[in-house]
């Protein structure tokens, strides 16, 4: 049986009797285990036994009521399924969980199938996928090259249609580098948004779930339907509304940084900068304005990964096994962690003043943007040059993408075309915490734009920014401009509101202000900007606004809705209609 595994068209399959959770699932598992003996990519597959209590618990369920209603997923083996061994690809650790993973019971619970426990580098150390005992996991497309770790079977599983999609994880790019390089959707969320109760830690204090998909919109689904407060993971967060399932939508005219050439690295590779040369352009079509980006810090911050204490906190999960019994643990493994135990607290503490310091760099350098676009690699690697210099190449394929979860910076890897041999290569959106939505939502007009069948989102895509059209006292250089900008407010646009409007000059003061009210007719377009601020401070922002005057929906001159001021009509008791002079600063000219 050959199908589409996306979740609308397999969710119409279901719909339309063509067949079901049990045939596909069965059909699947059969597909997987030919597929294994040349791809690695499960450690432990589901017997027709095991996955019957999934099947039967979905017998007699009305298909609207569960989100997931039989889509087959697969699971990263360093996190829970119950009953059922996690190794974290190392046999001497192995250990069966009562109980699955806070994600995995959310995913169950919606009605989701897992298929099986998949491969990955041991203890999700590496970014290769070729770290395994249980063999390596060659790329979906090119067997000479591999998969991209350490969620390497996670990636394969979705990338050879047996899953419609997997969960892995992430710490220094294992959910992202392998989705460029097999073509899939890679969304590593900000940290504590998807729970890791349940998952064996790599560094507990940066760990993330990851899913892998084949689009923008199905990752989305999925972190709107499981980013929950979970009280069994202490690193659990709470995620803010604006960044709820219906912030994403379809991109407005946004910022995105574009690094420095002196920053840019692709390893003598003369496909990649044309590649990603591609990927700005296409951004920029899609209403993107570029701004360079100093990368440095970003990348200072990179090497703390390995060269810091976070390597220390690796060793606090191996490094028992490693000292009781060596050989259990893999030499590269064991070479990464053997400087570990010298790691003293002085170390620590000064790694993270200088952690600190670089993030207050990179975020100011974030402020006034809405997303970073980089390679997600910059070269990719054979599998023959990883076997030759294991440490080197593998640390090559994590230059765009060990700082984001020190940073505590959300990250979405989107396909972006394919190199001359027909290896996948794609880019990596990354932006500021708990603007996940939004990063999808541009990924998704990328996919779109290349040709993706999904239709356009009707709504705006929002992120942690609120946009305020002000017409008044707050206008740039004005009386009340400086309430916007004690907020971090950003001038984004000048402009006009659709002529559907009076305004007038109201009664008092000072400070003198407008008030503007939309009409049925004999209106006019009036002079507005339009102004950017933090999410978190709108709400200050509103309740020091003066009756009668609130925040309400305004028209600009393009048809868009945005938030802005308007004004109660009985405000407009002794006031002066000015709708004439198109503009407030137009009326303090005259006035003065």
């Not at 996991?137 to 996670?154: D, H, I, K, W």
Request: charged content about 20%.
């Amino acid at each position: 049986m050959t199908i589409n595994l996306q979740f609308d068209t397999l969710r119409a399959a279901y719909r339309a009797g063509s067949t079901t959770p049990r045939q596909l699932l069965l059909s699947l598992r059969e597909k997987a285990a030919a597929l294994n003996p040349d791809y690695h990519l499960f450690i432990h597959l589901l017997s027709v036994a095991e996955l019957e209590p999934y099947l039967a618990a979905l017998d007699g369920r009305d298909i609207d009521s569960l989100p997931l209603y039989g889509v087959p997923f697969a699971i990263k083996d360093n996190i829970d399924l119950a009953d059922i061994p996690t190794t974290a690809a190392c046999p001497a650790f192995a250990y069966v969980p009562q109980r699955s993973a806070t994600i995995v019971e959310q995913l169950l619970a919606l009605g989701a199938i897992p298929l099986g426990k998949t491969n990955l580098d041991q203890f999700a150390t590496g970014l290769n996928g070729s770290r395994s005992p249980y063999g390596v996991c060659p790329n979906s497309v090119l067997a000479e090259y591999p998969s991209g770790g350490s969620s390497a079977g996670s990636s394969l599983a979705v990338a050879l249609g047996v899953a419609s999609f997997a969960l892995g994880t992430d710490t220094a790019g294992s959910g992202r580098v392998p989705a460029a390089l097999n073509n899939l959707l890679g969304l590593k969320a900000t940290k504590g948004l998807i729970s890791t109760a349940g998952v064996v830690p790599a560094c507990r204090t940066l760990d993330c779930v990851t899913t892998f998909t084949a689009t923008a919109r199905e990752a989305s689904q999925l972190l709107a339907l499981t980013a929950r407060l979970d009280p069994r993971d202490e690193y659990s967060r709470s995620n803010p509304l604006w960044n709820d399932g219906s912030a994403f939508g379809t991109p407005r005219p946004f910022r995105f940084g574009v690094p420095r050439a002196e920053d840019l690295e692709f390893f003598g590779c003369t496909q990649g900068p044309l590649l990603f040369a591609d990927a700005i352009r296409r951004l920029k079509t899609l209403g993107g304005e570029a701004v360079e980006l100093d990368l440095s810090p970003f990348l200072e911050a990179a090497r703390l990964l390995y060269e810091g204490p976070w390597v220390a906190e690796r060793y606090s999960v191996a490094g028992e096994l490693m000292e009781q019994n060596p050989q259990a643990v893999l030499p590269v493994i064991r070479a990464v962690l053997a400087k570990a135990p010298a790691v003293d607290g002085v170390q620590t503490f000064r790694a993270q003043y200088r952690l600190q310091a670089l993030k207050a760099l990179c975020d100011k350098a974030l402020d006034n943007l809405d997303c970073v676009l980089t390679p997600t690699i910059g070269r990719p690697v054979t599998l023959a040059e990883l076997a030759a210099e294991p440490v080197l190449r593998n640390s090559e394929l994590g230059y765009y993408t060990n700082f984001m979860n020190l940073l505590d910076y959300a990250a979405v890897a989107v396909p972006s075309g394919f190199m001359s041999n027909g290896l996948p290569w794609g880019v990596t959106l990354f932006g500021r915490a708990f603007t996940d939505q939004y990063l999808l939502s541009v990924a998704d007009a990328l996919q779109r734009q290349q040709g993706s069948s999904s239709p356009a989102p009707a709504n705006p895509a929002r992120n942690d920014r609120a946009r305020l059209v002000v017409c008044g006292a707050h206008l740039e250089g004005l009386a009340l401009n400086w309430q916007l900008k004690q907020r971090g407010g950003r001038l984004v646009e000048t402009t006009q509101s659709s002529p559907h409007y009076k305004l007038y000059a109201l009664a008092g003061g000072p400070p003198f202000r407008p008030g503007m009210v939309r009409v049925a007719e004999g209106g006019m377009a009036i002079a507005v900007e339009v102004w950017e601020l933090p999410s978190s401070e709108l709400g200050s922002f509103l309740t020091a606004i003066p009756a009668p005057l609130g925040l309400g929906k305004v028209q600009l001159a393009d048809g868009r809705w945005e938030s802005g001021f308007i004004c109660e009509p009985y405000g407009l008791e002794g006031a002066m209609d000015i709708s004439h002079l198109g503009g407030w600063r137009a009326y303090l000219q005259i006035r003065s």
